[in-house]
């Protein structure tokens, strides 16, 4: 997951800071009124929205945007919409394989914008199970590196179900079964570890090496995707060494 995590880890800060800090605002929210709405607004109960919050809050969301939409996910404040998850898979160039996940109260703008994105942009729309067999749903939590060594993190999580941890520049990834993230979440909690983000996402069990000219192509793909209000994440099953992307970032 390397090339995929490093960059995805990069472009998230990217965004912090530039101008698609309001899209990414946006995708919080609509997270944390969704965890709202399925487990209720107390978040001792409900370790979805413990998560959702926790990222929202890292990624500098105020806090009365927060406040707002767990009241109208949980229904004591009005204006919530019903969201569905739908998601959609295809190819990119290169024949990587991509799983596209939307959040959206409009069933056919979603598909209508994942599928203009994928057209234009080298990429081509799959039936449902033809591509997410490529992947398998996993916990995955990253972990800023500090002053913290790869031991310290593996000591902290190993015993509550942890699989791996991977280096990634600036962070560490530690993944596990999506049933044991709240475990491992909890464990580096205890272990007084921060964390930027625990998600349940789709991780690839094999992957497609890029060179430069592909990787433009796969990032450009992804960009299209993700500037979708409707489009939640998006997964791929891309690896780019790190010289190529060193040169990408150039």
């Not at 959206?104 to 994942?114: F, G």
């Amino acid at each position: 997951m390397s090339g995929h995590s490093k960059w995805a880890t990069t472009k998230h800060k990217k965004a912090v800071i530039d101008a698609k800090r309001g899209k990414l605002f946006a995708k919080m929210i609509k997270n944390i009124e969704v965890a709202a709405r399925t487990g209720g607004a107390d978040v001792s109960g409900n370790p979805t929205l413990f998560d959702a919050i926790q990222k929202a809050k890292k990624s500098s969301v105020p806090n009365k945007n927060i406040d707002s939409a767990v009241k109208r996910g949980a229904g004591l404040e009005a204006g919530g919409a019903d969201y569905e998850t739908i998601m959609y898979e295809g190819y990119g160039p290169n024949g990587v394989a991509v799983l596209i996940e939307c959040l959206t109260d409009n069933r056919n703008r979603a598909a209508s914008d994942v599928r203009v994105a994928m057209t234009r942009n080298g990429g081509s729309m799959a039936d449902p199970g033809s591509v997410s067999y490529l992947f398998n749903r996993k916990g995955v939590i990253v972990v800023p590196k500090g002053e913290l060594s790869e031991d310290d993190v593996l000591g902290a999580v190993l015993d509550a179900g942890a699989e791996e941890v991977n280096d990634l520049g600036e962070s560490f990834e530690v993944l596990s079964e999506a049933t044991d993230l709240v475990a491992v979440r909890t464990a580096l909690q205890e272990a007084g570890i921060d964390y930027d983000s625990a998600d349940a996402n789709f991780v690839p069990t094999m992957q497609v090496e890029l060179d430069e000219d592909g990787a433009r192509k796969i990032f450009k793909l992804i960009d299209a995707l993700e500037d979708s209000d409707d489009v939640q994440n998006v997964f791929a099953n891309f690896d780019v060494s790190d010289e190529v992307m060193e040169k990408v970032d150039a």
